[in-house]
Nanobody, 120 residues
Framework: QVQLVESGGGLVQAGGSLRLSCAAS????????MGWYRQAPGKQRELVAL???????NYQDSVKGRFTISRDNAKNTVNLQMNSLKPEDTAVYYC??????????????WGQGTQVTVSS
């Protein structure tokens, strides 16, 4: 009964900022990697940013210097601060996490997705 819930998407003009948040809840023992993916219409889902439990980060080249991923291990949350947004950032953004439950083993979980639209 693990669930990831995202929030913070919306419509913004090019050059603007948005902050996405994702909270994991349920029967959680431990969370390893957490991350954000995105999928634009007609395109495959792609990794945007990843953060390990120890807060090491990895970014897609196109977002380096503009996006910042962070997490709070005590709250089981991960955030994505997106600055200097471009129209090509428009996509549905998905939160993901590698979670071990108190009963279940390790598994990858996904949120429902949140729409980010950047107008030119």
């Amino acid at each position: 009964q693990v669930q990831l819930v995202e929030s913070g998407g919306g419509l913004v003009q090019a050059g603007g900022s948005l902050r996405l948040s994702c909270a994991a809840s349920g029967s959680i023992f431990r969370i390893n990697d957490m991350g954000w993916y995105r999928q634009a219409p007609g395109k495959q889902r792609e990794l945007v940013a990843l953060i390990t439990r120890g807060s090491s980060t990895n970014y897609q080249d196109s977002v380096k210097g503009r996006f910042t991923i962070s997490r709070d291990n005590a709250k089981n949350t991960v955030n994505l601060q997106m600055n200097s947004l471009k129209p090509e950032d428009t996509a549905v953004y998905y939160c993901t996490a590698e979670i071990k439950g108190w009963v279940a083993g390790w598994d990858d979980y996904w949120g429902q997705g949140t729409q980010v639209t950047v107008s030119s």
